[in-house]
Structure formats: C-alpha cells, structure tokens
C-alpha cells in the first residue's frame, strides 16, 4: 500500500473520510503453527507489537484449553503497559504540541523513549493540552494520558476456538482464532482504529461535526490512528 491509510477532506458540512484502508495482518496467519501465532504478530506489527502478540498468545491458549502461568502472564502484561503509556507519552511529545500553537518536544520524547518522564511530567504539556482541548473531546485525553488497565481476558466460546481481550494504547484489541489440527484455520484482529473508522465506529460521525481544520485536527489527534492519515485543509463541494 503507498500513500496514507486514512485520508480526510473538509466540505462545507464538515469534515469527512475520502480513503480509509487500515491494513490487517490477520489473513497473513492462516495455516501457521498455533505456537508461532505471538512471535508473529509482534513481527508483523510495527506498533502495539507487545499487545498485539500477548492478544494472539493468549486467544491461542484458550482455544487450546491452555492458560498462562500467572508470572509469565503478569511480565507479558507489564509490558504492554509500559508499550502502551510510551506511545501516548511520544503522542504527546511529536504530535499533540502542535493541537496548542506548541513545537514538538523531542528531547522530552528521546527521554521517554530512554523510559524517563522527569521531564514531560514537570514540562506542564499534559495540562496545557487538557486546558485547550474541546469540552467534548477532553474525556477522550484524559483517559489516554492517565492510561487504562491492561485488563486481560480470555476465553473458549467452542471448542478450539478462542478468544482473547486487552486494552492497549488506543483502546480494547480484540482477537479470535480458531485452530485444526495444531494450526491456524481462521483468524479475526478487532483493533481500535479499524473499528473507529469502520462502518459503525464514531469517526465518521465525530468528523461531521467539525467546523474546519483545526477542529477536525483535534478529533484525528483524540481518535490517534495507529496508521498514516492526512487531511486535505482545501474545501471540496459536499
């Protein structure tokens, strides 16, 4: 695929989608070894790789009628949450700034990827943000700058069939698999971006309600794709 995955135009109703094709590497797991699912994903994915790789272990034990041994589980869950918190902190460092007439951080950001927040957290960022945000989309910062439990779930609707829940950065990653003979038959990714921008997601809707680009700016940054976006500024005929 070459361009944005995700592409928005502003018409004189608001803003819209014109391009949405979030890639999926689910169809790329069909007919691999069920043990080689985790170390998959986490190579087919360049963000939330923690995540998404704990999803697929853990969907994949619970087709097995398998669990997890609880420290092996707890490492695999700190993780994803230290994943998770890094990518909103480098959000909030390279791409929210500009939302409030600010430059990018990028020392702070070199510092969170070296995993010290000293820095963000005394620079104020996070407040000047929350302070200029939307009333409608506030909620939507605040809950990804304080970060949510990883929350985990698993669990066999049939068997050889598993299903496994967490949340990660953008929100609740749901996977589904279902094996024969050792190996993986069907696989099903529900991940934030591509519910949000699917057909009954709320970015179309959060879309339509911006006035111009700049508030169509802080509903893409609030959504945060997990995916290249741009957004043409020139009004097209609705």
């Known amino acids: ?70 420290d092996d589980l707890n490492r695999r869950i700190a993780r994803v949450h230290a994943e998770a918190r890094r990518e909103t902190g480098l959000r909030l460092c390279l791409d929210w700034p500009a939302l409030i ?37 506030r909620p939507i910062f605040a809950g990804r700058l304080a970060g949510a439990p990883v929350a985990p779930a698993m669990h066999a609707p049939e068997p050889g069939a598993g299903v496994a829940a967490l949340t ?28 949000r921008f699917g057909p009954d997601g709320d970015a179309a809707g959060l879309l339509a309600q911006c006035h111009g680009a700049r508030d169509a700016a802080w509903v893409m940054q609030a959504i945060d794709p997990c995916v290249e976006w741009t957004m043409d500024e020139a009004v097209e005929a609705a």
């Open 1 to 70: 695929m070459t361009g944005p995955a995700i592409r928005i135009a502003m018409t004189p109703k608001g803003a819209r989608i014109v391009h949405c094709a979030v890639p999926n590497a689910q169809g790329l797991l069909i007919g691999l070894p069920a043990i080689k699912v985790g170390q998959a994903l986490r190579r087919l994915h360049g963000i939330c790789r923690e995540a998404q790789g704990l999803a697929g272990e853990m969907a994949v034990a619970a087709a097995m009628g398998e669990t997890i041994a609880p």
């Open 101 to 137: 007439g600010e430059a990018p951080q990028t020392e702070l950001a070199r510092a969170v990827i070296a995993g010290d927040w000293r820095g963000l957290e005394a620079s104020g960022l996070a407040e000047r943000l929350l302070a200029h945000a939307p009333e409608a989309l």
């Open 168 to 195: 990660c950065a953008r929100g609740r990653l749901i996977h589904r698999v279902v094996l024969h003979k050792g190996r993986v038959a069907a696989y099903t990714i529900d991940a934030p971006t591509a519910r």
